[in-house]
């Protein structure tokens, strides 16, 4: 019975890992290993994620790491996991009770699956958004890559999904990226794996929407130059280049939408451009017009009021 190995990352989860750890309690007689991989963690996280593992009798394995970056931290568990399938969450989400043993019988009943995407709840600064179902996937091919990277197809969370350590093979994580690269692995997989989809909830996603749009300010330019390179890279899994460059503008009109937000027009409209010249929908043309429209008008009147200070 014993056929997961749970994979978490951790850096400075003192306050948290205890609470995730317990929610994944009722799946012990699935889960073969739990790989916490504290990663440079300057707290208490190993010693209060032993405690509650000893306390809780889940099979607990302490790794080490200095990667200072989640994806790095996930690919040293995936370097180490022994079970034949893989689940990962994060060390502050937590997991539905009976959601890891539904998506193992989703996998044994779909013999050919080798990767279940489940539903999942989303929590932003505390307030609960609505249940965020699976839905649009072929059953296996690049198809299912490049309609997730054009995002016609609902985003995979970590935490909600469950893959066969087969079909993972030396596929990993790229790392030093400031935002994204769980899609990039996911795309990677979809593109030689098969699929299968259950629509109950398995985990709640914890959100700060601050500290999620924080990682689009901090070096913006070399940030998207590092994540595009990475993006290009799955040319090598037969990915159609139009929807590698659909998924550009679409992070790079998040990008510009987080900037004009906070008020810096320049970089959004730098980086709206680039959202204009990618492949788009509909809706998208729709959101780049009005945030072309948006930054005219407030650079327009905020130009008064600054020559108004200055006088």
């Known amino acids: 019975m014993k056929a997961v190995s749970v994979i978490i990352p951790a850096h400075d989860a003192a306050r948290t890992i205890a609470r995730t750890l317990a929610s994944l309690a009722p799946e012990k007689e699935v889960i073969g290993e739990v790989l916490l991989v504290d990663d440079s963690s300057s707290d ?3 010693a209060v994620a032993t ?25 040293l568990g995936l370097e180490q996991a022994s079970f034949p399938w893989i689940y990962m969450i994060d060390a502050d989400d937590l997991h539905l009770e009976g959601g890891l043993r539904a998506l193992l019988a989703k996998a044994r009943a779909q013999s050919e699956a080798d990767m279940v995407v489940g539903a999942y709840r989303r929590q932003v600064d505390g307030e609960k958004r609505s249940i965020k179902l699976p839905g649009g996937y072929a059953a296996s091919g690049p198809a299912n890559a ?17 893959v066969s350590r087969r079909v993972i093979g030396d596929t990993r994580f790229p790392t030093g990226l400031a935002y994204d690269e769980d899609t990039l692995f996911w795309a990677r997989l979809m593109a030689k794996g098969s699929l299968a989809v259950l629509t109950r909830p398995i985990f709640i996603y914890f959100v700060s929407a601050e500290r999620s749009d924080d990682r689009f300010t901090i070096k913006p330019a ?24 659909t998924r550009e503008g679409l992070v790079a009109l998040k990008i510009a939408r987080v900037h004009y937000a906070r008020g810096d027009f320049d970089m ?16 998208d043309i729709w ?10 008008l407030r650079r327009r009147f905020s130009a008064p009021a600054a020559q108004l200070q200055s006088a």
């Open 268 to 283: 959004a409209a730098r980086f709206l451009s680039v959202a204009e010249a990618a492949p788009r929908a509909g809706a």
């Open 51 to 75: 405690e509650a593992a000893l306390r809780l009798a889940l099979p607990l394995r302490i790794i080490k790491s200095s990667c200072r970056d989640a994806g790095g931290s996930r690919n």
């Open 146 to 162: 490049c309609a997730y990277l054009e995002g016609r197809i609902r985003s995979i969370a970590v935490g909600s999904a469950l």
């Open 222 to 245: 070399t940030g998207f130059l590092q994540w595009r390179l990475a993006l290009r890279r799955l040319r090598s899994c037969g990915i159609a280049e139009r929807s590698l460059k």
């Open 44 to 46: 208490a996280t190993t």
């Open 287 to 296: 959101r780049c017009m009005r945030y072309r429209l948006k930054i005219a």
